[in-house]
């Protein structure tokens, strides 16, 4: 009998990745995605027929426990969230609404409705913010720059605190920037990627970007997904930080992705007042060896091929939607 998991987040980054790694196990595949006007499915059309949607939200724990009764997961991936950090301080109160006491109200369900089932909660390395040391590792303190990061750590510690209270196997991967074609167009690598093709091709003049010097530790989301997945095989549950290890600026993104096709950034990119956060967060960069070493884990796409392969993708995208 197949593993059932069940994927809050699904039609996201990471839900599709997720959602087709789980297939290739084996694994009956639950999404739930929330009601909306507007539907986007653009992610996992491909794997549409061979999962099953379930509609529910982080705002309804009726509709969470409902869900899981009627599915039994074996395993809970809890990757929705208000997830744009510059959105998180214009709206601060749905972002600890959905992000951090979504994370509450699911874990309770859990723990009435299907107890035995293992848990994922996405945490993120921008619980570290204004770091303490570097490189961040599970042991580092957090300090955390935004609502978003402030929502984290709430529903960082609230796994910690289910796992401790009720025994139940909940697990926080510490995840470090992931990013792929798939990303969204609001945050700052895809709208790289996605104005660096657009130049190439005519179709604009000009990129405009916030802070430059920033630096990020970026990694392709297929290859995260998997340490997500790993967590929980484990017998027992815990915390891991998944990173590359290593940082690039917004400005080091910038020059390879022009240069991919064969342009010159600062030909291109204006610095814009209008995308500069409250609070920045300068400097992250993650220590994966306790994941190396206890799951096994490993990235297998590095900075420069994961930026080409962006840019590469909105190429061919913006071809596509030409003709």
């Known amino acids: 009998m197949s593993k059932v998991a069940l994927i809050t987040g699904i039609t996201g980054q990471d839900g599709s990745y997720l959602a087709e790694f789980l297939l290739e ?40 426990m409902s869900i899981l009764r009627d599915t039994q997961p074996s395993e809970v991936y809890n990757l929705a969230a208000q ?34 089932a293992r848990f994922y909660q996405a945490s993120s390395s921008e619980m570290f913010g204004k770091v303490m040391e ?10 955390p720059r ?19 209270s009720y025994s139940m196997h909940t697990n926080s991967g510490i995840l470090f920037n992931h990013e792929s074609p798939r990303r969204g167009l609001e945050f700052v690598t895809r709208k790289i990627s996605h104005g660096a093709a657009a130049i ?32 929980l095989q484990q017998d027992t549950p815990g915390d891991y930080v998944v990173a590359s290890g290593a940082t690039h600026s917004v400005r080091d993104f910038c020059e ?24 920045e967060v300068d400097l992250l960069v993650g220590d994966p060896s306790r994941a190396e070493q206890e799951l096994g884990w490993k990235r297998e796409v590095d900075f420069d091929s994961l930026v080409a392969m962006m840019v590469e993708g909105d190429i061919d995208l913006l071809r596509s939607k030409g003709a």
């Open 25 to 64: 196990q084996g694994y009956r595949v639950v999404g739930m995605t929330r009601r909306s006007s507007t539907v986007n499915f653009e992610r996992i059309a491909h794997i549409q027929d061979s999962i099953e949607l379930v509609s529910g939200d982080l705002l309804d724990q009726t509709s969470l």
């Open 83 to 116: 997830s744009f950090v510059q959105a998180s301080f214009q709206q601060a109160v749905l972002t600890g609404e959905t992000t951090a006491l979504g994370v509450t109200r699911l874990l309770d369900a859990i723990r009435v409705s299907a107890p035995e």
């Open 134 to 143: 570097v490189p961040q590792r599970e042991s580092t303190p957090f300090y």
């Open 146 to 164: 935004s609502p978003y990061g402030v929502a984290k750590v709430y529903g960082h510690w609230l796994t910690i605190n289910y796992r401790e």
């Open 200 to 231: 190439k091709l005519g179709l604009a003049k000009e990129l405009r970007l916030g802070n430059l010097d920033a630096h990020r530790d970026w990694g392709y989301a297929r290859d995260y997904v998997k340490a997500m997945w790993l967590m």
């Open 256 to 279: 390879l992705a022009f240069s991919s096709v064969g342009l010159d950034w600062r030909d291109y990119v204006v610095q814009d007042e209008r995308f500069m956060r409250p609070a």
